[in-house]
């Protein structure tokens, strides 16, 4: 079966400190992967999604940069964190080539002070 | 376009009566749709999905019902119980073969007891 992890599950960073976080999917070969954002009481708002390895589409402009530097991993980074991009990120992923549902990881909480 | 900056309308609902929450996609071009479920603190689940050939679709004590002409989109929870509380979420996949899937504003579902 499939399955998608995503880490740290928290994270608290000061203005100004890089980010990364980490999505991997397990099961599956060639998914299109999302990175999603949500504020705390509001929706979702896409990010970035990738169709193939080193493929990635921005939605929107903003400091953080997503890569896709295997298959079945997906990277979101900022080089330099602002008070803004704190959030309830969520890493997802559907199978690639084909309309269908997506499965979200359990998500990770980034706090910037 | 994403309504991610609105705070998420409520609805309230006794326990045993039915739920209908309603949602309104922005593209006519969509041809697929999703509503998942989101508990606190966690990713989004899948509940049911509808394609736009479609105008109603039923699961396990939920119903979609689609209308393409007014861009409406509504889930329909038979016998709401208080594992039903959650925010629920329509997401719409601009385009047929296009990759992108973008989620509406989201309504939280309140159960009184």
Redesign the interface.
């Known amino acids: 079966s499939q399955t998608i992890h995503q880490w740290p599950a928290t994270l608290v960073q000061p203005v100004g400190s890089p980010l990364s976080l980490e999505c991997t999917v397990e099961g599956t070969s060639n998914p299109n992967l999302y990175w999603y954002r949500q504020a705390a009481g509001r929706g979702l708002q896409l990010l970035f999604y990738s169709v193939g390895i080193g493929q990635i589409s921005s939605e929107v402009p903003q400091n953080l940069s997503a890569s896709r530097p295997q298959d079945r991993q997906f990277i979101l980074s900022s080089k330099k964190l602002l008070l803004s991009d704190s959030g309830f990120y969520l890493c997802a992923w559907r199978a690639g080539g084909r309309t269908g549902e997506l499965f979200f990881g359990e998500g990770s909480r980034l706090t910037v002070l | 376009g994403?309504?991610?900056?609105?705070?998420?309308p409520t609805l309230s609902v006794q326990e045993g009566d039915n739920s209908i929450i309603n949602c309104a996609y922005s593209n006519s071009a969509s041809?697929?749709f999703?509503w998942y479920k989101q508990e606190s603190?966690?990713?989004?689940?899948?509940i049911i999905?509808i394609?736009s050939n479609m105008d109603k679709r039923q699961g396990q004590r939920v119903t979609v019902l689609l209308n393409k002409t007014v861009k409406h989109l509504s889930l329909q929870i038979a016998a709401t119980q208080p594992g039903d509380s959650a925010v629920y979420?329509c997401?719409e996949?601009l385009e047929?073969g296009d990759?992108?899937?973008?989620?509406?504003?989201?309504t939280r579902l309140h159960i009184l007891p």
């Open positions: 994403e309504n991610v900056g609105l705070h998420l041809d697929y999703i603190g966690k990713g989004p689940q899948f999905d394609r979420f997401a996949n047929a990759d992108k899937i973008i989620f509406g504003k989201g």
